[in-house]
């Protein structure tokens, strides 16, 4: 069954880091488009961040605007799994953060993944 899994989700202060893990089965994520992405209460779902297929190298990156200068996305090949590293959280940030993935490529495109995590809820508040 292919499945993907998030976690790192929790109460955070404003200015405070988290670190958010995607993790699969049934499926290799190291060939694969994966992305982030969130919803917050009464918002609509917004990309955070996505990585294209490894190709040698951890792939090419993509980042919201307002998160390129303290998000990274990254991937752990040998785990199987893909992080967001969040930085300098502002309570802005609070939602619920969703990996993606999809067998056709889509980061770079307006084209949304078909594959997606049950999401894990990350809160910014003091």
């Known amino acids: 069954q292919v499945q993907l899994v998030e976690s790192g989700g929790t109460l955070v202060q404003p200015g405070g880091s988290l670190r958010l893990s995607c993790s699969a089965s049934?499926?290799?994520?190291?060939?694969?488009?994966v992305g982030w992405f969130r919803q917050a209460p009464g918002k609509e779902r917004e990309r955070v961040s996505c990585i294209s297929s490894w190709d040698g190298t951890d792939g090419t990156t993509y980042y919201a605007d307002s998160m390129k200068d303290r998000f990274t996305i990254s991937r752990d090949n040998a785990k199987n799994t893909v992080y967001l590293q969040m930085n300098s959280l502002k309570p802005e940030d609070t939602a619920v953060y969703y990996c993606?993935?999809?067998?056709?490529?889509?980061?770079?495109?307006?084209?949304?993944?078909?594959?997606w995590g049950q999401g894990t809820q990350v809160t910014v508040s003091s």
């Open positions: 993606a993935t999809d067998t056709e490529s889509w980061c770079g495109t307006p084209i949304n993944p078909g594959l």
């Open positions: 049934g499926i290799s994520l190291k060939i694969l488009h």
